[in-house]
Each structure stands twice: as C-alpha cells, then as structure tokens.
C-alpha cells in the first residue's frame, strides 16, 4: 500500500482545521472525506494482497488519523458491523451481507446501548417479538430507556443497523440476539416508517462520528434477519439455542482486543508529539553563562515521556501477542471447541482497561509536558485524549471488565485450591507466593509482580468468603469486596502485560541488531522499573524489598532515563509517523513548532479581519458608555 499516494489525494486533509467548523459542517466534512478516503483506499488495497487482517487495520487505523482528527463516521461499520455479520451470521447470510458491506452499497452499524443499559446487556429492554404467522420479527421500543443510544454513524450515515434486541418468542423471553435491520429507504435515505431516529449531540470527543439514537415502533422485519448462526428461530417459531448464549457477544471480545492496539498507536502518536517538541523547545537557564536547555534535558520531564515510549511498545507486544490467542481462539469455535473462549474473555477484559487507563492518563501527561502550546487544539493532544478517554468506557466500562476479570480470576483461584489444574495465563497463580530474595533483576521483579497477583486474588477470595460466613449474600459480598476485586486484576494485569512485553521482546532480541537490541531492552529495563517503584507499596507488602533495594531501583530508574535520552528522538522517529498523521503544529519531524503554531493561528476566522464588528455594536458604545 502506498501511504504517500493515499495522502496526497487532493481534498482528504484540511485546509480549514476542523475545530473551526460547526457540528454541521464537521459531519458533513467528516462524510465528503470518508467517501474519498474509502475509495483512495480501496483502489489502492489489492484484494489478494497477502497482508494479515490486523496489519490491514492497522495501516487503516493510523492513516485515519491524518484524514480525521476526530473520527470517521463509517467506524462502525468497519470495526463492529462487518465484524458481527462475520461472527454471528450463518454462511448464507455472510454470504449475502458481506457483498454488500465490503462494497458500502450498504452502511451499517452496531446498536447495542440503550439510554436505560449499557453495561448490563441482559437489561436491555429492545424487543424482537416473533409472530409465526407472517414469519417476522416485530421489532419495538416498549419505553424511552429501550431507545438505542450511543452507535456511532447511526445518526445520518447507516442506512443498516445490527440491533441487539430481546427475542420473545410466545410470550416467552429467550435472550439477547443480534438482528440485521434495515432503517433507511436505500433510495431516499429516508428513515423507514416505524423507525425514529436522530443524533445525540455535542460530546468531549467523536464529534464527526454521528452517534445516534434509534427508536422502534412495531417494526417489522423477516425471520432471515435474525443473525442465527448461534441460535436459530425455526418458521414455527422453535428456539434453537447456541452452544453457549456468551457467543453472542463476540464482537465485543473483537473490538477488546482491537483496542489495545489502538492505544499503541494513539499513545505513540502523542508521545511523539510532544518529544519533538521537547526537543525543540528550551526554557530557563540553570546554569548561569550557558544557553537555555532542551527541555528533554530536564529528568522530570524525561520521566514524563519515556515511559509512554515503553509503554507503547508493550501495548503493541501485548495486542500482537493477544491477536495471536483470538485467532487461535476463533478457529477452535469454528469447530465446536469452547474451553479457551472463558480466558481470553478474561485476558481481554484485563488488557483492554489497563491499556486505555494508561494510554488516557500518559496522553494527558504528554499534553500537559507540551506546557501551554500543549493546551492548543492545533497541538492535537487534546483530540488525542478525547479519543483515548472515551475507550475508557466504550466496548465495557473499565471498572466492569475489570470485575469481569475477577470473575473469572476468583473461579480459577477456588479451582486451584480444591485441586483443579490452572491453565494458559493463569497457570503462574499455582506457583511460590512465598517471599523469595529480592536479585532486581528483570525477571525477579517481573516474578514479585505475579506474587503481588497471587496475594491480592488469594487475598480477596478469603474476604469475600468472610463476608459470605458473615451472612451476606454472595452479590453482597461481591459489592463490598469489589474494591479489591478489581486490585486484584489489575494485579494480574500488570503481571500479564510486564511478563508478556519482556518474552516478546526477548523472542525478538535474537533477530535485532546489537545496538537496536541494547536501546529496546533499555526501555523493557525502564518499564518493569517504572512500574515497581510505581507499585512500591505492593512490592513492600508482598515481595521481599528493603528500603535500600528501593533505593537502588530509583537510582537504576534514572540511570535508564540517561542512557534512553540519546535516543530518545530517534526512538519515537522511529515509529515512522508522516506529519500528516500527526496532524500536529507540536510534533512535526521539521521540529518548526513556533512557525506552525503561527501559520495555524492565522487560520483562525477571528484573524480574516483587523476590526471585529463587535466593535462598534457592543465594545465602543460600552466603553463610551452609551450601551
Ligand atoms: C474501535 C472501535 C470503536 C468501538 C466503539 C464502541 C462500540 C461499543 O461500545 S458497542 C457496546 C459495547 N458494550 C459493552 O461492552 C457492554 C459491556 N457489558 C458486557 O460485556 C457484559 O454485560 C458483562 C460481561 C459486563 C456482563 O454480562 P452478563 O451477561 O451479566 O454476564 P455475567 O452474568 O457477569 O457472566 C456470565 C458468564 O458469561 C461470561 N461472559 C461474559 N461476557 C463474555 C464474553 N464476551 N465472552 C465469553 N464469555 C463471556 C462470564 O465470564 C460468565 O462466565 P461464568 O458464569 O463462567 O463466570
Ligand atoms: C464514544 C462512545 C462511543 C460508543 N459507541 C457505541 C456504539 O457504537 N454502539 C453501542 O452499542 N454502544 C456504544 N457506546 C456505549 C458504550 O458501550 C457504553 O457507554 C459502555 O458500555 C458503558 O455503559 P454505560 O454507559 O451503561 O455505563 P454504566 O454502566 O451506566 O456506568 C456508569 C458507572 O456505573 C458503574 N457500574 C455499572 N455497572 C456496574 C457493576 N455491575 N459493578 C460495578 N460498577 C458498575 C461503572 O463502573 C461506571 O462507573 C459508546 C460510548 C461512547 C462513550
């Protein structure tokens, strides 16, 4: 694929920076772009091309950040839409769907949210009522809480939707099930009769995508719209069950995934960022007759970036390495093989808010060491948060998936005691708990990290079951230790994501030069460090470290801050961002932030006119006080 042809297509970048737009002229921009992009892109993907499927959505994922500094309207349909059709529909209707999907004759999206639930999906409250005698599904939004709230491109784009609906079947209920609805006349672009529909307004970000609202009244579609290759409803209206009613929500475990490299990218975008610029910019004069520092040179500052370099890099092991097991995964339930969907639930479920919670907080910590040029718009740092943040709550609330993850940790870990095997990535929780010698090594402390996760999930299995003898319900119970629950997988968590980043890494050290070997173990070196003395007070409790150990893991941290910074410029060049993509007055490889920043300033509209006509209708007669 030829980046440098898709860019320069005339009329994908902006000449008028998007924050300067209406709501309106930004959707409506964000439409006359996407289509163009479809098409660049599209004519220069060669269908038989051997690229694996997440390198393709890789590629797409970053290029869309120089068209879209905000987002693309069609983002659903490419990341949940044609993933659901291809995950939850039968062959036939695969067949059928994915013609038309892949070609966009039609555009669709994921409408699962309602007002009233996101989060519980068994409360949803859309109703798909099945009536024999026609062979149809009736679809309805029996209260304003059943309204479908949140879908991104359902507003005005889609013309097609997946609903996530209540199937009734003769009055009896039988789950939530994917159907594939039609909601607007192909020809007129009209919504059709039964079907309310409409945007859901200004947000902190996602502004050009257009989440909608979607609302039925006894709409009807046919009884093949139901995506069944799970379950099934026969003509007469018989329940056919899928082997497991959680493949429903296949897509969701897709889109987890998806998401940890997305904060790879975003993460190493911002970082890039706002590197550059420290590298360009000097403030302050520490020592009296020399010039003015790079602020890089500042440790402080120094401690601020790198990490979001590591970081970076261990999302993208983790996410390759996590595509690995879901592909693995998706072929054994292909053929009927359920045993390893429950762990990779559970990984993803500890991967996805871990990489979003770091990715938001790091990004905003990159804004803020970008000083007051950081608060521009025209930096794109802010933007960048907005798009991390609100992957803090989409596709799973942090807090739940992290309860989800306990879940599934609790169950292992009372397994374990009653002598059942633990498996895959739980397997280290049957290892020494036990306090060994603390060596500083790498290894030693990427150990007292799945030590630290052996006690926390021991830990809050003998208190939940203390509040169960104490007499609280087990969901009582469950409430009042969740606190702990979640500590405990982000315990786990860390232990995945340390462990995994380093025998990645080290998988790959054998092929590397030495000296590019050297600088990436660095920052492997740097990330572990980091994040025990982050989780000192754990290593304190659980692990076997002294005051003085403490004291050499500080000075070992900004040794490797020390010895990063030579090539800290050259590390984040390294992720081969073209400034287009950065879209960014801060970030550009040219280091000309001040020009920029100006040349941008003089976009604004308030700069087309010397005199503002506020000036004579309100300033003057004000300050003559005639007003
Ligand atoms: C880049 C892309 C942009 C995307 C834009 C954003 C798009 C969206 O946000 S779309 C909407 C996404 N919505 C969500 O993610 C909703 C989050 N909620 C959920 O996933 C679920 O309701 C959840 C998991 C929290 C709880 O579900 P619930 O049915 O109550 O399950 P629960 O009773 O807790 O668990 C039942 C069992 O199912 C299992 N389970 C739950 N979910 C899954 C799953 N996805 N896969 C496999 N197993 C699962 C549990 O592990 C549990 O197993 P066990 O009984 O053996 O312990
Ligand atoms: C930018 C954006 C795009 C989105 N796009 C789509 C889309 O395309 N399609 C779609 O269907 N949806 C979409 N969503 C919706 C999204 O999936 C939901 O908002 C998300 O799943 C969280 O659910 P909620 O809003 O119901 O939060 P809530 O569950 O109401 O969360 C509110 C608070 O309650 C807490 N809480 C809730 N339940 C529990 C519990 N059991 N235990 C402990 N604490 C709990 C949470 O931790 C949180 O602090 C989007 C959302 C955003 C922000």
Known sequence: MDEQKVLSIKGLLDDTPEEYLSHKEKYENSIRKSVLFYKTLHSTEDENMSVDEKTKLNFRNIVTSAIFKDNSPFMLHN??????????GTDEQREYWMKRAKNMEIIGTYAQTELGHGTFIRGLETQATYDPDTEEFVLHSPVLSSYKWWPGGLAHTANYCIVMARLY??????????FMVQIRDEETHMPLPGIKLGEIGAKLGFNTVNNGFLGFENHRISRDRMLMKNAQVLKDGTFVAGSNSKLTYGTMVYVRVLIVSNMANMLA??????????????QSQPKPDEPEPQILDYVTQQHKLFIAIASSHAFYMNAMWLWEIYYSVSLQLASGKLDNLPELHALACCLKPLSTIDATAMIEKCRLACGGHGYMLSANLAQTYGLATAAYTYEGENTVLLLQAARSLVKAWVGHVKGRPLKGTMAYLAGDSTVKAWDGSI??????????AIRKISSVVKILQDYEKSGLSPEDAWNKASVFLTAAS????????????????????????????KVLLQLVDLYVTYWALEKVGDMLLYASITDK???????????????IRPNAVGLVDAFDFRDEILNSTLGAYDGRAYERLMEEAMKSPLNAEPVNQTFHKYLKPFM????
């Not at 839409?81 to 995950?87: C, E």
């Not at 960022?273 to 590298?279: D, G, K």
């Not at 982000?490 to 070997?517: F, N, Q, W």
């Not at 004291?551 to 941290?557: G, I, S, T």
């Open 624 to 627: 003559r006080g005639k007003l």
């Open 490 to 517: 982000e315990a786990h968590g860390r232990a995945v994501l340390l462990s995994v980043y380093k025998s990645e890494m080290d998988k790959r050290a054998a092929v590397l030069s030495p000296p590019l070997r």
């Open 549 to 563: 150990d403490v004291d050499e893991l500080q000075r070992r941290y900004i040794e490797l801050l020390a010895a």
């Open 269 to 282: 975008k911002a970082v890039t960022i706002a590197l550059r610029y420290s590298a360009i910019r000097r």
């Open 79 to 88: 990341s949940m839409f044609i993933p659901t059709i291809m995950g939850q």
């Open 169 to 178: 079947i003769k009055g009896k209920s039988h789950g939530i099930h994917p």
């Open 443 to 452: 290894d030693g402390i990427i150990q007292s990290f799945k030590v630290v």
